[in-house]
């Protein structure tokens, strides 16, 4: 199971940061990470975590956020820095079974950016 936190309303340029925390285990070989879609669009990968610490970011946030986990609370963040409004959309964590090719999503949490 995963759970997010920590969404809301924030300025241009101000931060936020999400959490996702996962219950019940994780795959032996996972990626995991945030997606976020925007009304009318589709939805897209913003930065994974894959076992053994490799990151990826999309171009869209790179050198903005950054993903990071807390091992001992089995918890992901994104640290999200100088957002834009185009950044407003639902954040979803998701785990990705690289072994199964099985999808594990949380509920999403709002990300609105605007003055």
């Known amino acids: 199971q995963l759970v997010e936190s920590g969404g809301g309303l924030v300025q241009p340029g101000g931060s936020l940061v999400l959490s996702c925390a996962a219950s019940?285990?994780?795959?032996?070989?996972?990626?995991w990470g945030w997606f976020r879609q925007a009304p009318g669009k589709e939805r897209e990968r913003v930065a994974t975590l894959f076992t053994g610490s490799v990151t990826t970011t999309a171009d869209s946030v790179k050198g903005r956020f950054t993903v990071t986990r807390n091992n001992a609370e089995n918890t992901l963040y994104l640290q999200m820095n100088n957002l834009k409004p185009e950044d407003t959309a639902v954040y979803f964590c998701?785990?990705?079974?690289?072994?199964?090719?099985?999808?594990?999503w949380g509920q999403g949490t709002q990300v609105t950016v605007s003055s």
């Open positions: 019940g285990g994780m795959p032996m070989r996972w990626a």
């Open positions: 998701n785990v990705h079974d690289l072994l199964t090719r099985d999808d594990y």
